[in-house]
């Protein structure tokens, strides 16, 4: 098993009251990311499988449209209220037994919601959607996994690459609605149920890839080297703590603008005449924007600088809105629109990410990481809920003008608060 994972007998465990050297150290993080990266897309390929199809079975077993959304909201809400524990997890036990037991817990939401479906129960349907969550709650702390061994030079590249995985399983899992379709026949399951059994064996794939994979613990490792937090060479407590909240207010007002858009292009372009292979499409493509140049702005926060990088995101995310509030029901400038979506939420989730992590060490950075997802997770399930009744008062344009607003705010904090922060430490 040390050979599947990259590891050789050159790197054999040492003693635990040795201080690790430089070389084992980076073996060990080459390992970790082989093994993150496997197990994101297995959890992808999960959580890919089954989420897409939550919003059908929601409307069939609640027997109303209006709970269409339910799967998302419940899902959202379930990565929010992991976030925080999941983190402890990691603080107390390390990252293999957090990733582990988080995975487990959304495979038990993934039988349950097989259960409900069976039983026609929505309340329980809506506790399976919610630890579905806790899958999508795990996916975010891998990034900040890879983070914990990492060199400060090469940080946004190894997170970045655990970001980039989750394209796989975020493309493969919607297609997997057919074959799940065969296995809820063979099994004379409950109507499109069958892609949470590929989901149950994804998962557990993905566990025993956290369990066995993680050996040595990347964090518990990471507790025995000096600490040595990487903040800019200005910060010093006060300034370190505002841009701790900076890289934290742009993570979440990126993903607040990315989700409240994405999830209404979807109604904009049926309004417009679109056909669902069309919308599909661009929601792909959207997809594959938000992780599939990761790599290129984890080398660009680690080569020109994190703040440098979320205004470039910010940029990016401007052009989006600036493209689709023109875009009317064009679909292809929605598609670019949305591909410049991706590509902008990418870059300020990877750099602010970085960021954290270099802001912080020890118990204090899982802490700052597991509210990094909280708030994150929590704006974009506003986002997502408010992102209806704007679209009905002003629009699609008039939503996308809207969150051009948030954008404006991250991008002068971005220009101001390191600044600031640089006089304070003066």
């Known amino acids: 098993m040390a050979t599947v994972f990259g590891m050789t007998g050159g790197t054999a465990p040492q003693p635990t009251d040795a201080a690790p050297d430089q070389g084992y150290v980076a073996a060990v993080q080459r390992r970790t990311v082989r093994v993150l990266v496997a197990g994101q897309i297995l959890g992808g390929v999960g959580i890919g499988a089954t989420v897409a199809i939550g919003s059908v079975l929601a409307t069939e077993v609640s027997g109303s449209e209006a709970w269409a959304g339910a799967a998302a909201t419940l899902a959202t809400l379930g990565a929010a209220a992991a976030a925080v524990p999941l983190a402890g997890l990691a603080r107390a036990f390390g990252r293999r ?33 919610a630890l579905l969550g806790v899958g999508a709650a795990v996916n975010l702390q891998t990034r900040f996994a890879a983070t914990d061994l990492a060199s400060p030079e090469h ?63 990347p964090y518990a490792l990471s507790r025995r080297l000096p600490a040595s937090p990487t903040p800019p060479p200005t910060a010093g407590r006060v300034s370190a703590r505002a841009l701790l909240v900076l890289a934290i207010a742009s993570i ?14 979807p109604v904009h372009l049926a309004h417009g005449g679109a056909t669902l292979t069309v919308i ?18 984890g080398w660009l926060s680690d080569r020109i600088g994190r703040i ?93 003008l809207l969150a051009g607003v948030v954008v404006v705010l991250v991008a002068g904090a971005n220009l101001v608060v390191p600044r600031r922060a640089a006089s304070t430490a003066a």
Do not use: C
């Open 308 to 400: 440098p990088t979320i205004l470039l995101g910010q940029a990016v995310l401007a052009a989006s809105l600036a493209v689709t509030a023109a875009a009317g029901h064009s679909a292809p400038a929605v598609t670019a629109g949305l591909i410049l979506l991706g590509l902008g939420w990418s870059a300020t989730t990877v750099s602010g990410s970085a960021l954290v992590s270099d802001l912080t060490t020890g118990a204090a950075r899982t802490r700052a990481q597991g509210r990094t997802d909280l708030v994150m997770n929590l704006t974009g399930a506003f986002g997502g809920a408010a992102a209806g009744p704007v679209l009905a008062l002003v629009g699609y344009a008039g939503l996308a």
């Open 97 to 129: 037994a957090a990733l582990t037991l988080g995975i487990l817990t959304s495979t038990v939401g993934a039988v349950i919601t097989v259960v409900a479906t069976g039983l026609d129960a929505f309340p329980l349907l809506l506790a399976g959607f």
């Open 252 to 265: 979440a007002g990126s993903h607040a603008v990315m989700v409240s858009v994405m999830s209404m292009t």
């Open 280 to 297: 599909g499409v661009t929601i792909s493509l959207h997809v594959a924007g938000m992780f599939a140049l990761s790599p290129v702005f």
């Open 155 to 217: 940080r946004g590249r190894d997170l970045s690459l655990v970001v980039w995985s989750t394209t796989i399983g975020a493309v493969a899992g919607p297609n997997l609605f057919g074959p799940g379709e065969l296995i809820a026949d063979a099994f004379s399951m409950p109507p499109l149920t069958g892609s949470f059994v590929i989901a149950v064996v994804a998962q557990l794939a993905a566990a025993a890839t956290f369990l066995v994979g993680l050996r040595p613990d």
